[in-house]
Structure formats: structure tokens, C-alpha cells
Nanobody, 123 residues
Framework: QLQLVESGGGLVQPGGSLRLSCTASGLTLDYYTIGWFRQAPGKEREGVSCISNRGGNINYADSVKGRFTISRDNAKNTVYLQMNGLKPEDTAVYYC????????????????WGQGTQVTVSS
């Protein structure tokens, strides 16, 4: 069974950077599209960025384009989300999730989820 664990969250000032990691165990990530989602208090969970199993297809939410970069290292069974130019509105719990099919970050298509890591952007 695929298990996902996020790490790398924390408190950062506006304009700062963080790198989130999503590490898998149980199965290899080679066959999975991986997505990063986030949920702020009182809001629905939204897709941030998704990457196909070989990394050939990537998409980003408009709100993070040009600031966030998703990448994956299948040899390490890990997917990363580099977040630069962080804004207070990026504050949320960030989740990684896996889909056995190609997905453009459609939440319902992701069956396996991590527990999430908190990102807080504040001065």
C-alpha cells in the first residue's frame, strides 16, 4: 500500500522560500501522478501543482505560477515543491497525493494522501 509523508513546512516571512518533500513508501512512485494540494482555514482543498509519473507533464495553479516549482526524483521515491516568493495567502496545510492515472490536479482522481505539512507565511 502506498504511503506518503510530507515534510519541509514551517514559518517563513513574506518573500521567503521553502521546499516541501513528499516521500513514498510501500510502492514506487514511478507509476503515479503526484499532486500538491493545499487547504487554508475555512477554504476548500485546492490543487497547487501536479506532475506526471515521468515528469513530462506539469501544471500549476495560476496563483503560484512563476513562484512554485514541482519536481520529482523517482530514484529517491520523492517529489518536491520549491516555493519562492511566498505570500501570506500561501498559508495553508499542504498535502501531497498520488493518482494511478494522469491527472491535471483533479482532487477526486487522487486516492492516496499524506497527512499534510503546515506552511505559515507571516511577518
Amino acid at each position: 500500500q502506498l504511503q506518503l509523508v510530507e515534510s519541509g513546512g514551517g514559518l517563513v516571512q513574506p518573500g521567503g522560500s521553502l521546499r516541501l518533500s513528499c516521500t513514498a513508501s510501500g510502492l514506487t512512485l514511478d507509476y503515479y501522478t503526484i499532486g500538491w494540494f493545499r487547504q487554508a482555514p475555512g477554504k476548500e482543498r485546492e490543487g497547487v501543482s501536479c506532475i506526471s509519473n515521468r515528469g513530462g507533464n506539469i501544471n500549476y495553479a495560476d496563483s503560484v505560477k512563476g513562484r512554485f516549482t514541482i519536481s520529482r526524483d523517482n530514484a529517491k521515491n520523492t517529489v518536491y515543491l520549491q516555493m519562492n516568493g511566498l505570500k501570506p495567502e500561501d498559508t495553508a496545510v499542504y498535502y501531497c497525493a498520488a493518482s494511478s492515472r494522469f491527472s491535471l490536479c483533479v482532487r477526486a482522481e487522487f486516492a492516496s494522501w499524506g497527512q499534510g505539512t503546515q506552511v505559515t507565511v507571516s511577518s
